[in-house]
């Protein structure tokens, strides 16, 4: 198994059945976004977004920056993740709503659906000015 499918395994339970429904969402999601990209969407589809979240709790020395950057670039969502001097965590997310919800909702269910993490909250949300030509989603340190 990769990376990606680790990580699928446990954001999905552990349970395979779930890991392979968790991947061909993320893969959809995937899909549309590169079919809206090129105008081939045969759905309408909204235009990108770019939201940015502070998250605030369990959420330095646990891997989220690397969990938001292998979710968000499975679903090809661009932007950044950054570790705050106070313990919090900022990103920027950007893509379709899809992409942007897809990434929100992988956090949430990897760390607010485990006791042992501690768990997260967001405590600011906004959307802010979509950065064209950016190409992936990558950790800031």
């Keep these: 198994m990769g990376l990606l499918s680790d990580l699928l395994a446990l954001v999905g339970g552990g349970d395979s059945a779930s890991a392979e429904l968790e991947r061909m969402e993320l893969e959809q999601v995937r899909q549309l976004a590169e079919k809206a990209e090129k105008g081939e969407a045969d759905t309408p589809l909204g235009p990108?977004?770019?939201?940015?979240?502070?998250?605030?709790?369990?959420?330095?020395?646990?891997?989220?920056?690397?969990?938001?950057?292998?979710?968000?670039?499975?679903?090809?969502?661009?932007?950044?993740?950054?570790?705050?001097?106070?313990?919090?965590?900022?990103?920027?997310?950007?893509?379709?709503?899809?992409?942007?919800?897809?990434?929100?909702?992988?956090?949430?269910?990897?760390y607010n659906g485990r006791r042992f993490l501690g768990g997260f909250r967001i405590d600011e949300t906004r959307d802010v000015e979509v950065i064209s030509g950016e190409l992936d989603f990558k950790p800031i340190y």
């Design 48 to 110: 990108k977004i770019r939201r940015r979240y502070h998250f605030v709790g369990a959420v330095q020395g646990v891997g989220f920056r690397w969990t938001a950057t292998n979710l968000a670039n499975s679903v090809g969502a661009t932007g950044w993740v950054l570790n705050e001097r106070d313990g919090s965590v900022t990103a920027e997310v950007q893509g379709i709503q899809e992409q942007v919800q897809a990434v929100i909702d992988g956090l949430d269910r990897y």
